[in-house]
């Protein structure tokens, strides 16, 4: 029974063909394995009836050694109880050959599924470990960026205080040193009219 799988990109067979293969040989077997039981059971129910009629036939021969013709149908009966019998057993025998094969193939696909699985296994650590790694930079990177954030935060602050501090307290002397500088200004343009006067 051969069966190719579809190769995936991370290597080894593609995981979505090998757990189909599984889960549909996985109820092949059972249906075989079911219908095989069955079929045993029919055989073994058979056996057993074919049996307890050669019991009986064998009970009816003694009692009835007197009657030639009841001998003989019933060594007759007692022949094909005993050719069934041993084709019954024939056929358990090709039966249990049957039932091995399929335990064999089972134990098979029990060894994909567990190299799938590991497989599996294998690939998740590796993401893991990626993501791992992935998040432990981001996380330098905040700690970086808010470190640098809470710097420039604080520098705004401090501009904002000062621009504050200038804002509540504005220093007006120029103001007042130019008001001076003109009203002096204008004396002096007046003066020399009252000197020429």
């Not at 399929?102 to 567990?114: F, G, P, T, W």
């Not at 001076?180 to 006067?197: F, H, I, Q, S």
């Amino acid at each position: 029974m051969s069966t190719s799988f579809k190769t995936s990109m991370f290597g080894g067979f593609d995981r979505s063909d090998v757990i189909a293969y599984i889960e549909r040989t996985g109820r092949e077997h059972e249906e075989r394995v079911a219908a095989l039981e069955a079929e045993n059971e029919t055989l073994r129910k058979e056996n057993q009836t074919l049996e307890n009629t050669q019991r009986v036939t064998q009970a009816q021969l003694l009692k009835m050694q007197d009657n030639e013709e009841t001998c003989r149908r019933l060594r007759q009966q007692l022949a094909d109880a005993e050719a069934r019998n041993q084709e019954l057993e024939q056929r358990c025998a090709q039966l249990k050959v049957q039932a091995d094969e399929y335990e064999s193939l089972k134990d098979h696909v029990a060894q994909i599924e567990i190299s799938a699985h590991r497989r599996t296994e294998q690939f998740r650590e590796e993401a893991v470990t990626r993501l791992r790694q992935l998040a432990a930079r981001q996380r330098e990177w905040c700690r970086t960026a808010q470190a640098d954030y809470e710097q420039m935060n604080c520098q705004l602050l401090e501009r904002l205080q000062q621009a504050e501090q200038t804002l509540r307290q504005p220093d007006m002397s120029s103001f007042r040193r130019m008001e001076e500088g003109l009203t002096a200004l204008e004396k002096g343009l007046t003066a020399p009219e009252k000197a020429g006067e």
